[in-house]
């Protein structure tokens, strides 16, 4: 049983760094799609840039035209200009509102693990805290057994303590109504008779457990 306890302890624990891993991806994966984000930005505002360049540059070949016609068709590919500047200011628009949302969900995300390491760490403390409790018992334990084992005899101790580790550490149940205490099955008042006399070891038939009567 105490076995069985101090395995436990560790899965648990385990459960919290799985966690701690998950969450530590979910944040790599959003501080990647905001650093792509922000690179769009970027390239939007250099080609917006380079656009507002090149319809000053015309404003200025405005000045120059000689014609009529070259100053209206000038005039048109400003104009053509300005409206594709529009669109770059609606994208970056559009982009910044994403970027917002990308720097909302990474504070969120690494607020959470912040959260989940404090959580780890309590818990991590009251796992040690339980196994130096449960080993502490169980050397207490062992201690009572290997003062008892030197008053039992060698063939019962050699019996029960086979029973012991093939049992998932419980080797002596009782008689419960009637039946073992172990794996439920009905006994014989035979059975029953024999367990109550004193130096008898009666064993049950199906699982093996020594038992006991609890009077």
């Known amino acids: 049983?105490?076995?069985?306890?101090?395995?436990?302890?560790?899965?648990r624990l385990q459960e919290y760094r799985d966690n701690l891993e998950s969450k530590k991806?979910?944040?790599a994966l959003t501080e990647e799609d905001l650093k792509r984000t922000q690179l769009a930005?970027?390239?939007?505002?250099?080609?917006?840039?380079?656009?507002?360049?090149?319809?000053?540059?015309?404003?200025?070949?405005?000045l120059l035209v000689k014609t009529n016609k070259e100053y209206k068709a000038m005039l048109t590919?400003?104009?053509g200009k300005k409206a594709d500047n529009s669109c770059i200011e609606d994208e970056i628009i559009k982009i910044m509102d994403k970027?917002?949302?990308?720097?909302?969900?990474?504070?969120?995300?690494?607020k959470e693990y912040s959260e989940l390491e404090k959580d780890?760490?309590?818990?991590?403390a009251k796992i040690k805290q339980e196994i130096a409790e449960i080993e502490k018992k169980c050397s207490q334990e062992k201690e009572k057994r290997d003062t008892l084992a030197q008053s039992v005899d060698p063939e019962i101790l050699s019996v029960y303590e086979r029973l012991l580790e093939s049992k998932g550490g419980t080797a002596i149940v009782p008689v419960v109504e009637g039946a073992c205490g172990g794996c439920h099955l009905s006994l014989r008042a035979q059975t029953i008779n024999e367990i109550k006399r004193v130096n008898a070891l009666i064993s049950c038939e199906r699982c093996?457990?020594?038992f006991y009567l609890d009077e």
Not at 99 to 110: G, H, M, P, W, Y
Not at 120 to 124: A, P
Request: no cysteine; aromatic share 6%; net charge negative.
């Open 1 to 11: 049983e105490f076995n069985r306890q101090k395995e436990e302890k560790p899965r």
């Open 25 to 27: 991806r979910e944040i």
């Open 41 to 62: 930005v970027k390239e939007k505002e250099l080609e917006l840039k380079l656009a507002e360049d090149g319809i000053k540059k015309y404003q200025q070949q405005l």
């Open 77 to 79: 590919e400003i104009e």
């Open 99 to 110: 970027l917002d949302e990308a720097e909302l969900e990474l504070n969120r995300k690494r």
């Open 120 to 124: 780890f760490q309590i818990e991590e």
């Open 208 to 210: 093996s457990r020594i």
